[in-house]
């Protein structure tokens, strides 16, 4: 199994529905983090959260809420998705133990229509 | 605000060739530095971690070295190979946050 699981891996969803990207890590790591990478633009985080009850807005948040439900466990949400929100979309994870290297998921495809 | 960039933005090389991938950051201050490679429409994979207060990493035919005190790290690749082709990123965590931030990527094609 992956160390950094996301589901869905594609999704394609319709404008002004509300949407879940979820993941979950077994890396024991305790600061999650959420990126999206468009073309030209690189990847730009979006919300991060260092433990369970600390969780802080990125560069990108407007349009997205996370919640943290456990320390292996983060979750992204779009409330009502828009077309500017097709991107590909990361969650990472790190600690103090990897030096802060940060480890990737595979990522999920996502298309508002 | 901490910005790097990554020259070439693309290249195309024949196999067998030996190559070197740039990356400059702006801000000396950084806790590490780390390199990923990531096939199209695919997810980062993490090829090598150097912190601060080491000069170089290796793995395999990869071979990172980071240079702070000029803001700058290479990635060497030794006897290039088709399979080597994808996008490689370079990424900086600096001293006063945790949060990554990445240059631009350098789009790799190895030709057989």
């Known amino acids: 199994d992956a160390d950094v699981t996301q589901t869905p891996r594609n999704r394609i969803t319709k404008t002004g529905k509300r949407i879940m990207l979820e993941c979950s890590q077994t890396?024991?790591?305790?600061?999650m983090y959420w990126y999206r990478q468009d073309p030209g633009l690189g990847l730009r985080l979006i919300y991060y959260?260092?433990?369970?009850?600390?969780?802080n807005k990125g560069e990108i948040s407007d349009g997205y809420s996370v919640s943290r439900q456990a320390q292996a466990k983060f979750s992204l949400s779009l409330e009502s998705a828009i077309p500017n929100q097709t991107a590909l979309y990361f969650c990472?994870?790190?600690?103090?133990?990897?030096?802060?290297?940060?480890?990737f998921g595979s990522g999920t495809r996502l298309t508002v229509v | 605000k901490q910005e790097v960039t990554q020259i070439p933005a693309a290249l195309s090389v024949p196999e067998g060739e030996n190559l070197v991938l740039n990356c400059s950051f702006t801000?000396?201050?950084?806790?590490?530095l780390q390199w990923f490679r990531q096939d199209p429409g695919k997810g980062l994979t993490s090829l090598l971690l150097i912190q601060s207060s080491q000069r170089e990493q290796t793995s395999g035919r990869l071979n990172a070295s980071l240079d702070k005190s000029s803001g700058r790290s290479t990635l060497y690749i030794a006897a290039s190979q088709p399979g080597d082709s994808a996008t490689y990123l370079c990424?900086?965590?600096?001293?006063?946050?945790?949060?990554?931030?990445f240059g631009g990527g350098t789009r790799l094609m190895v030709k057989p």
């Open positions: 990472a994870t790190s600690d103090f133990e990897s030096g802060y290297g940060y480890t």
């Open positions: 990424a900086v965590v600096p001293n006063a946050g945790n949060m990554l931030t």
């Open positions: 890396k024991g790591h305790d600061r």
């Open positions: 959260s260092f433990d369970v009850k600390d969780i």
């Open positions: 801000d000396s201050a950084i806790y590490n």
